[in-house]
């Protein structure tokens, strides 16, 4: 094999730095993710949904009523326990989580998301 001293010392460099992301991940350990806590409403129950799947799956839900609200002018939603919500996020969701720092933003911000809700919406302050 011709240049052996060469290619085989040049493969061993490529696959430690090909595989140095994981292996750092093992020696200097992993970044934990803490779920932020959220300032729930007080007096409210439920929401229109599980709580586990809105956390997965709101944002394909406001999506969802965005469009059958505008285009469709559906603007009841049927929860999967048979409840009737108006599909509104002004009115319906706004309702329960009234400041959007203490409850949007906390997950947004850890997850550096930004969503583009308030391009059109009035943002939550609050009961100030």
């Known amino acids: ?12 460099i490529f696959l ?9 991940g093992k020696v200097f350990g992993t ?7 959220l300032a729930l409403p ?13 956390r997965a799956e709101h944002m394909q ?5 965005r469009d059958q609200a505008l285009r469709e002018g559906k603007r009841t939603y049927v929860a999967s326990n ?4 108006n599909v509104s996020l002004q009115n ?8 959007k720092a203490e409850f949007c933003d906390k997950c947004h911000t850890s ?6 809700c308030w391009d059109c919406h009035v943002e939550p302050k609050g009961n100030q």
């Open 82 to 85: 048979g409840k009737v919500w």
């Open 1 to 12: 094999m011709y240049n052996t001293k060469y290619v085989l010392p040049g493969l061993l």
């Open 61 to 65: 839900i406001l999506d969802t009523w």
């Open 92 to 99: 319906t969701c706004m309702k329960c989580h009234t400041n």
């Open 111 to 116: 997850n550096s998301v930004t969503p583009y």
């Open 42 to 54: 007080a007096d409210q129950k439920e929401c229109i949904e599980p709580v586990e799947y809105m």
């Open 31 to 37: 970044a934990s993710y803490e779920r932020p806590k």
């Open 16 to 24: 430690a730095l090909f595989t140095s992301p994981f292996w750092a």
